[in-house]
């Protein structure tokens, strides 16, 4: 849908570009007729005027969010899990794709353990229903690897996750990137 919008957009101004442009071709000629030796300073000064108020439009800031959990805690994976909704359903509502990162580490990572996750299948369901804007379920390795080495077997995760080096370097990194953070 960005897409669309971004040729539209393009579309409008080159349309904008070609009207100026004509007319100042249109002022150039008859300027001509009244004055063979020179080209008229005000079509260059109307061409620069459009030019600059084109570069002057700014783009259009992407929506991508970063929610944070960090607590083993049905109340706070259902919020944060009704928080991506909630966005996706409004930028939906404008016809704008968004980007959302579901960011676990610490105990916050059960939410995405196959074996205790209380909200496996809302994830799955989120997962689907996102399209065509994207969610994404990050999970922190650190976490994993000491979850793992403390209860001496290897842990699954659900199959929607994506693991990151470390959830709180991810966090980070992507706010400097312009992200947004939440903390349902």
Request: proline share 6%; hydrophobic share 40%.
């Amino acid at each position: 849908m960005r897409t669309w919008f971004r040729w539209v957009v393009l579309v409008v101004f080159a349309s904008l570009s070609l009207t100026s442009v004509a007319f100042a071709v249109d002022e150039q000629t008859t300027a001509a007729k009244k004055q063979p030796t020179y080209p008229s300073k005000k079509t260059s000064a109307a061409k620069i005027k459009t030019l600059k108020a084109l570069a002057a439009i700014p783009a259009a800031k992407p929506h991508r969010i970063l929610i944070q959990v960090d607590q083993n805690d049905p109340a706070v994976m259902n919020l944060a899990l009704n928080n991506a909704t909630n966005l996706i359903d409004y930028y939906r509502a404008k016809h704008v794709d968004i980007k959302v990162d579901l960011v676990t580490y610490g105990p916050g990572l059960h939410m995405l353990r196959d074996d205790t996750s209380p909200v496996k299948d809302r994830i799955k369901q989120l997962k689907d229903y996102a399209f065509p804007s994207a969610v994404q379920f990050s999970a922190c390795n650190n976490t994993k690897e000491n979850m793992e080495k403390k209860e001496g077997k290897p842990i699954t995760l659900v199959s929607e996750a994506v693991i990151v080096p470390a959830g709180v370097v991810h966090l980070t990194e992507l706010q400097e990137k312009g992200w947004t953070y939440l903390r349902p």
